[in-house]
């Protein structure tokens, strides 16, 4: 029997001491975790943003406008810029070696271009609100020189013997721009593999005949998306009438989007043909109910059916009656169920102009327009409101000045002095619609356009997918 006070074996001391240290293991791998993990709680009290965050507003240091190829008689560029006291000069031409343009608030400076497409770019002072248009004048035709944007719809487009048109893009960088051309037809999309990932090179113009590329007798409406670089799109649409020799043609403006409500304003006078186009991109069905704009009111026509136009396709409906029936006709409103793109296109006289959708103007804007006959035609004033126009003459001449007082439900017109070129509007307490109608050899629609003025610049954070 052993001795309780002797010391135990050497070999049960051991194993006691490697127990004791397994467990102290055992704790610190649990304990420490824990700790650390709390220590981040009290650290870290939120999730770091994980949502988009919308472009940031930024003053505008450099800017671009596209004129697009000249119509005959029509290569004179005519600039301004909108913005008061400023003054410069600006490139003006195409390729890498452009002229210098001196350019003045509250006048119009002109350039004699060659006959292809103008690049127009302005910067310091004279970027935010840069004004150019080129207009040919027997018959009278309009040429926005606009800034280019990557998405725009042209609604009415022809790619048949009757009825043409040829779209233009023009890439004002040096590095190659791709595009991407939907067309959608009376049945619905049409395949069209000849206008997916159109190459633009730098500083060049691409001219695509939509008759040759997707030959149809239906109306067309396209889509035109740039999915790399910059470029300015437009259309030259025209109509030639078989076995008479006659024909016309004039630029088809874009409509940024489709749209639930378009206010289609500009009449060409006289006898002819008003047709109305509209186009369906969504996958749904819209229904679209048509209203007639005068100067007292805005009604729908009797006996004028609601429209039905399938997903994904166009629908053509004559107004001509409508129109003819009605005193003081301005223009047209078009609501719908779903989003839709809009063309009132008017044949009057030999002569094809085009009315589109109007975009809402709610600060001061400036356009260029030819001289001879025209006026100034609004409407879509959302409430009671102000309008303060001004006309000017190509040397800043103050030729008239106009206030007039806008209500819903109703439209107004301005004549302006045959002399005017430049046209300032500045609405007060409400948004406008509007277009300027030139009418002399023929007519053409200047419409209203809330000016570029600023730049945005994409937020970026860490974390942002």
Known sequence: ?????????????????????????????????????????????????????????????????????AQEGGRTVSVTTADKGASGEVSIGAGDSPDRLPVRAGRV??????????????????????????????????????????????????????????????????????????????????????????????????????????????????????TRGRVGASVLDGFDELGSGSSATDQLLPQPAPSTSNVLLGLAGGAGRQTLVLANGGVDEARATVRVVTGDSVFAPQGFAEIRIAPESVTRVSVTRVL??????????????????????????????????????????????????????????????????????????????????LNPGRGATVTLPRRAVLVTVTPERTAVIGAVLVQGVGATVVPLRELVRSDLIPDIRPGTP
């Open 109 to 226: 400076t002109t350039y004699d271009s060659g006959p292809g497409a103008v690049f127009v770019r302005g910067s310091g002072d004279l970027a935010p609100g840069l004004v150019a248009s080129r207009f040919a004048t027997s018959p009278v035709s309009a040429g926005e020189c606009a800034t280019p944007v990557p998405d725009q719809w042209f609604t009415g487009v022809g790619a048949g013997a009757h009825h043409h048109s040829v779209l233009e893009l023009t890439n004002p960088d040096k590095g190659r721009a791709i595009v991407d051309v939907t067309v959608f037809g009376r049945p619905g999309p049409i395949d069209a593999p000849r206008l997916r990932g159109l190459s633009v090179a730098g500083q060049e113009t691409l001219r695509v005949d939509l008759a040759a590329a997707v030959p149809r007798r239906d109306e067309l409406a396209i889509r035109v998306t740039s």
């Open 324 to 405: 003819r029936d009605t005193t003081g006709a301005l223009g047209l409103v078009v609501d719908a169920t779903g989003p839709v793109t809009a063309t009132l296109r008017s044949f009057v006289g030999g002569d094809l102009s085009h009315a589109v959708a109007g975009t809402p103007v709610s600060s001061p804007t400036t356009v260029v327009v030819p001289a001879g006959r025209k006026q100034l035609v609004l409407s879509g004033a959302q409430q009671l409101g102000v309008v303060s126009v001004v006309a000017k003459g190509p040397d800043g001449e103050k030729l008239a000045a106009t206030r007039l007082e």
């Open 1 to 69: 029997m052993s001795d309780p006070g002797t010391p135990s074996a050497p070999g049960r001391r051991t194993a006691r001491g490697r127990r004791f240290a397994v467990n102290l293991t055992t704790v610190l791998a649990v304990v420490v975790p824990v700790l650390t993990a709390g220590a981040v709680l009290l650290v870290r009290t939120q999730d770091p943003a994980t949502s988009r965050h919308d472009p940031v507003p930024a003053a505008l240091t450099s800017s671009v406008l596209v004129c697009p190829t």
